[in-house]
């Protein structure tokens, strides 16, 4: 079984988003500090050299593939912003259809600009996946 390479470091997370290039990413990179420090109640750490995530969970899937991941987090790449919401989306098409411009995948969120969304949407999300995260992976809380 392949061991996963993006796992919790010592980087500072400020040095890392005070290195980003963008202006507005280094804003929306602080905006989501907050919002998601304050949705996960837990204190950001870089995962690898360019994931800012915020708790953890053991999972373990039927195949015997396990690890640990974050809750939820971000990372400023150069196309737009990744918000990870590892609990995906399900539920959540009336929540989607009113956060403004964006982009998803399986358990991202890509998002050009935080002033493009609404961002209490974007919390509701967030916490939503969380909330199923939580659920799905209670006894190993």
């Known amino acids: 079984m392949a061991e996963l390479k993006t796992k919790p470091t010592d980087a500072s997370v ?3 988003i005070d290195s980003v290039e963008s202006e507005v990413k280094r804003d929306d990179s602080r905006t989501l500090l907050s919002l998601i420090g304050k949705v996960t109640g837990e204190k950001p750490v870089m995962w690898g050299n360019s994931i800012v995530g915020f708790g953890s969970y053991h999972y373990k899937h039927k195949t015997g593939t396990e690890g640990d991941w974050f809750l ?10 990744t918000i990870y919401m590892m609990g995906g ?3 959540m098409d009336d929540l989607l259809a009113k956060l403004g411009k964006h982009k998803k995948s399986v358990g991202c969120l890509y998002i050009k600009k935080l002033v493009d969304v609404d961002i209490k949407t974007l919390e509701k999300l967030i916490v939503k996946s969380v909330e199923t995260l939580k659920e799905t992976y209670k006894e190993y809380n």
């Open 14 to 16: 400020e040095d890392f």
């Open 72 to 81: 939820s987090g971000f990372s400023p790449r150069k196309q737009s912003m």
């Open 89 to 91: 989306f399900s539920g």
